[in-house]
């Protein structure tokens, strides 16, 4: 089926953009859009979704950030093989299991610890609530072919993400579950890098050495608002983990 076939669906509470871009995705996945196929122009899809060109954009964005899309200048947007093109990497913001996937492994999850808490002040202080306030513990654990290769802590807002607490984390994904409501949207993910040695809890749950490097990631998102969703410490394996950072170069007005 063309792309221009589909429809999105205004009545439930999925950001448009997200709709579209599952769209797109689906479409690659099933190989209705090929390497070098070049998508419809962004005038086409803003006429036919009934969509904001900024909608299509961030849908069109978030792809190319993964690696499904390449935008070329004065040509076009066009599907890229993703399957070769640094399959070994991990992409910020694509999911775990995609990740993994992509790399033709099996992904998996063991949720370690799942509970309601109250705000201490460094929490409450990031995720911007008051002291006491309730907050969601959860701590993951996610390996390749059974391989442990992360750690995830997260803490968020019980009341934006309470719903949460009832689904099944060792199949599901927290973003694309969060971004699935409208109060639970996140809008953009700020995130610090850095290296450390292997802790004692690294040691015993990623079943490395006290010499394995660490890449520790430090997260926090927030919805298009401001609201703070999700604050979380993820720490990789810095022996079997890379990351693939794409950007692009902005000239500004100073330089002009």
């Not at 429809?7 to 479409?27: A, F, G, M, R, W």
């Not at 370690?112 to 008051?130: R, S, W």
């Not at 993400?161 to 809008?187: G, K, N, P, Q, W």
């Not at 993910?189 to 749950?205: F, M, R």
Request: hydrophobic share 35%; charged share 25%; proline share 4%.
């Amino acid at each position: 089926m063309n792309l221009l076939e589909m429809n999105i669906d205004k009545t439930v509470p999925v950001p448009l953009y997200y709709q579209l871009k599952s769209l797109i995705l689906s479409e690659i996945k099933k190989g209705n859009l090929k390497e070098g196929d070049c998508l419809p122009t962004e005038m086409q899809m803003v006429e036919h979704f009934h969509v904001s060109r900024s909608t299509v954009r961030q849908a069109i964005s978030d792809l190319s950030k993964e690696g499904w899309l390449e935008r070329i200048a004065s040509k076009g947007t066009f599907v890229t093989n993703n399957t070769s093109h640094s399959e070994n990497f991990i992409r910020s913001f694509e999911p775990f299991y995609q990740q993994v996937s992509r790399q033709n492994k099996t992904p998996s999850t063991e949720l370690l610890n799942l509970q309601v808490v109250p705000a201490n002040e460094t929490l409450a202080k990031k995720l911007g609530i008051e002291p006491g306030e309730k907050l969601i513990s959860m701590f993951r654990r996610r390996l390749s072919d059974n391989v442990p290769m992360v750690t995830i802590q997260n803490y968020l807002p019980y009341s934006l993400c309470a719903f949460i607490l009832s689904e099944d984390f060792t199949v599901r994904s927290l973003y694309e579950l969060l971004m699935t409501r409208s109060e639970s949207c996140i809008h953009e993910t700020k995130s610090i890098v850095s290296a450390a040695n292997a802790s004692a809890e690294d040691i015993h749950l990623l079943q490395v050495d006290a010499n394995t490097p660490m890449l520790c990631f430090h997260n926090i998102s927030r919805r298009a608002d401001g609201t703070v969703l999700d604050y979380a410490f993820a720490r990789y394996r810095g022996d079997l983990n890379k990351f693939e950072l794409i950007d692009t170069p902005h000239l500004h007005s100073d330089q002009a």
